[in-house]
């Protein structure tokens, strides 16, 4: 699966949704986009606080393929939570 437009499409409302949910807790551990991007991507979020096992099963396979340094990275570049 390539990084690209449409992966984003598919994972900003769930990663969205999922620092909304986290975000007030997490605020204070966190210090730059990439820390915050961690916060939601780690353990699972995306389907216990964002609802969407979907986007679970699409960062998993990303992760799987790519490495997660280059999804992190390509993902923060395009999705901003701080």
């Not at 984003?8 to 210090?31: C, R």
């Not at 730059?32 to 353990?43: F, Y």
């Not at 969407?52 to 993902?75: M, T």
């Amino acid at each position: 699966m390539k990084l690209d437009a449409t992966v984003i499409t598919e994972l900003k409302q769930p990663i969205l949704a999922t620092w909304n949910y986290i975000g007030s807790d997490a605020m204070e551990f966190v210090q730059s986009n990439a820390e915050a991007m961690e916060m939601v991507l780690d353990a699972g979020r995306l389907t216990t606080c964002g609802n969407s096992p979907r986007a679970q099963e699409l960062i998993d396979v990303l992760f799987k393929e790519h490495g997660y340094s280059k999804v992190s990275k390509f993902i923060c570049k395009n999705i901003r939570l701080l």
